[in-house]
């Protein structure tokens, strides 16, 4: 190695920070630290996509350590192997010369192998008197050693999102599932509704997802379908309640009627008081509540509320619904009308509601109108949060595809 480079399977290469880093990690391995070189060889393939590792450059790594004649790695052990390229590459079921150099690069590249040249560049290994290796070169593995612990918890991460990943998918397939059969039993029953549209929105948020999608891809779409699912369900609900109101309307106006004959005095209330409400009762329709949605949700679709949390950041609904007070005022809505969304939608929707509004504030002229006609349409059960968010929920979607 002369000053400023270093020697690869590609060549002399600039000596990179990272490299010097790393051949100075290995020399700080703690004293007597020993490891089984086949789980860390388990760990590292677990990892290898976050190593930026192929199939191919683990066979070669597992190549190397089956010249490792000890199935431990001791730290006061030497841990340098030094196989020909034709030894590696028989071992590594007859990988190609350039094949075999590609993947030693980028195992060094990764960490998990450091070059020990000699001074011709051949791999060998002097020994003393007694027999015993004094001074090898080749392929130096103590960085395995010496990162044993990483690659367990990198192995750890990768199974858990990938577990995450399958599960996430499952619960995809079942929203899907419920969509497709609610939307299916309302068309057939003839429910009052535009399930056409419905049924546009339900079809355009699997037609976004690619035939490999990602997590993120996966999520967004689970996200809106369970956006979908309660609007859905919350239409059905609506429906369920007016028909019961009807029903029970008629069936008071029947029993009104039938009880004529009975004594009036017992049907008079006790007081005016109870008469007034009684009357109140009788012109108050029950409000359809608006159903809450989770915060990972929100975060997600409201991104821009989240810097006027505590701290900057908002960590539950508490931290949600102070951000909403601070928007309020910044946004211009008067504290009567957050007041009166706050009591018709609930606290939490109403914060949820001012999120919305922060993330189009350039389209709305008015916000605090803008937020009273919200809460009108939603004291009439015309107006749920669920397409809102599903749409902004779109739009971020967008946004990080045409980013990255």
């Not at 290469?13 to 100075?24: D, E, F, G, I």
């Not at 009627?257 to 007081?271: A, G, M, R, V, Y």
């Not at 939603?378 to 990255?404: I, K, T, W, Y």
């Amino acid at each position: 190695m002369q000053s400023g480079y270093v020697t690869t399977p590609f060549g002399r290469r600039p000596m990179t920070l990272a490299l010097v880093r790393r051949q100075l990690a290995t020399a700080e391995i703690r004293p007597g630290k020993t490891a089984d070189k086949w789980k860390i060889f388990r760990d590292a393939s677990e990892a290898r996509e976050l190593l930026g590792l192929q199939d191919r450059s683990l066979a070669v790594l597992d190549a190397l350590l089956s010249f490792y004649p000890e199935n431990e790695l001791r730290q006061e052990a030497q841990l340098i192997v030094f196989p020909s390229n034709a030894q590696l590459a028989l071992r590594a079921h007859g990988i190609a010369g350039a094949t075999l150099r590609r993947h030693l690069g980028l195992l060094v590249d990764a960490g998990l192998i450091v070059r020990k040249d000699s001074a011709n560049g051949k791999r060998y290994a002097r020994k003393d008197k007694a027999g015993d290796i004094e001074t090898a070169f080749g392929f130096d593995i103590s960085p395995l050693l010496s990162r044993a612990e990483e690659l367990a918890i990198l192995a750890q991460q990768v199974v858990s999102d990938r577990l995450a990943f399958r599960r996430m998918k499952e619960n995809l397939t079942i929203c899907r599932r419920d969509v497709r059969k609610l939307i299916s039993a309302a068309m057939e029953e003839g429910a009052p509704g535009d399930w056409n549209t419905v049924e546009e929105t339900y079809v355009g948020i699997l037609a976004r997802l690619p035939r490999s999608p990602t997590k993120d891809e996966v999520g967004a779409a689970l996200d809106e379908m369970e956006l979908l699912r309660g609007e859905i369900i919350n239409i059905l609900e609506r429906q369920g309640n007016e028909k019961n109101r009807s029903t029970n309307a008629a069936q008071n106006e029947r029993h009104i009627q039938n009880s004529k004959s009975e004594s009036t005095h017992e049907l008079e209330p006790s007081s005016e008081k109870e008469l007034g409400a009684m009357q109140g009762n009788d012109h108050a329709a029950p409000r359809v509540p608006i159903r809450n949605f989770p915060l990972g949700m929100v975060l997600r679709a409201c991104p821009d509320i989240g810097m006027y949390g505590p701290s900057g950041k908002i960590d539950g609904w508490r931290d949600l619904m102070s951000a909403a007070v601070v928007v309020r005022s910044m946004l211009g809505i008067s504290p009567s009308a957050y007041q009166e969304a706050c009591e018709v939608m609930g606290a939490e929707n109403a914060a949820v509601a001012v999120a919305c509004i922060l993330e189009r504030a350039g389209h709305i002229n008015s916000p605090g109108g803008y937020l009273r006609d919200l809460t009108r349409r939603a004291e009439r059960g015309e107006f749920s949060l669920g397409p809102a968010l599903m749409a902004l929920l779109r739009g971020q979607s967008a946004n990080d595809r045409s980013v990255g």
